[in-house]
């Protein structure tokens, strides 16, 4: 029997790493595939139409002197609730959506709002400084 060559050891040991290399790419592809999709079905229709909406800040600003200036003044600079000053900055639009929508954290009332209209709101609320 002759020792084998060198070059015969050395193809198996290549495969082996392109294999492995082939496998952590799939992997990486995997995440990044599964964290695309979780973050595209955690919006739910009505938050999909509404970020999809162009708002009116001057009927938002309507908007929320009838609905909102009661708890959170008419300035945003909060009574009952907290100020809305700035909130756009600290609150990511389907953040804001979830509360107005929700009631789950009260006083704070559910509400039962059109996608454009809530659309107009979050408008309102960016020019809150």
């Known amino acids: 029997m002759t020792a084998p060559s060198s070059t015969a050891a050395a193809i198996p040991e290549r495969s082996r ?3 492995a290399a082939l496998t952590v790419f799939a992997a990486m ?10 973050g595209n079905t955690r919006q739910d229709p009505y938050t999909k139409a ?4 162009e708002g009116s800040e001057q009927h938002g600003g309507q ?6 200036a009661g708890c959170h003044g008419i300035a945003a600079q909060g009574l009952v609730g907290p100020s809305l000053k700035g909130v756009s900055d600290r609150r990511k639009d389907m953040q804001i959506i979830h509360q107005v929508v929700s009631g789950e954290t009260p006083p704070m009332p559910r509400f039962e709002i059109e996608p454009q209209n809530m659309a107009d709101l979050l408008a309102y609320l960016k020019t809150l400084s």
Do not use: D, Q
Request: charged share 5%.
């Open 50 to 53: 509404t970020l999809a909406l």
């Open 29 to 38: 592809a995997c995440i990044v595939l599964l964290v695309w999709m979780l």
């Open 17 to 19: 790493g392109l294999i």
């Open 63 to 68: 908007m929320f002197r009838i609905n909102c």
